[in-house]
Nanobody
Framework: VQLQAFGGGLVQAGGSLRLSCAAS????MGWFRQAPGKEREFVAG????????LYADSVKGRFTISRDNGKNTVYLQMNSLKPEDTAVYYC?????????????????WGQGTQVTVSS
């Protein structure tokens, strides 16, 4: 499984960004983020069909994870961004058959993409 994330950048608070992750293989996918000095944390996850999703409480209602299997791409639409959303965002793939929040449950990781939200 090869993963590559795109779409980070600098945005003002209240703005939006969409991250994309090119992913090959039939896996459950997740987005994580890591801010300076903090541990990597779960943001959102999605099953193979896209019919089931899971979100961290901190992003629920603002972020939407989706996937287009025809394009082998997973997306993270981020709206109403806050300065505390600033982090390096990573996409990851899990071989498990359920959506999981655990960092250690993901087997493949893409390179991160920086998201910076200014106040």
């Amino acid at each position: 499984v090869q993963l590559q994330a795109f779409g980070g950048g600098l945005v003002q608070a209240g703005g939006s960004l969409r991250l994309s992750c090119a992913a090959s293989g039939r896996t459950f996918m997740g987005w994580f983020r890591q801010a300076p000095g903090k541990e990597r944390e779960f943001v959102a996850g999605i099953n193979w069909s896209g019919g089931s999703t899971l979100y961290a409480d901190s992003v629920k209602g603002r972020f939407t994870i989706s996937r287009d299997n025809g394009k082998n791409t997973v997306y993270l639409q981020m709206n109403s961004l806050k300065p505390e959303d600033t982090a390096v965002y990573y996409c990851a793939a899990s071989r498990k058959n359920w959506i999981t929040r655990g960092v250690n449950d993901y087997d493949y990781w893409g390179q991160g993409t920086q998201v910076t939200v200014s106040s």
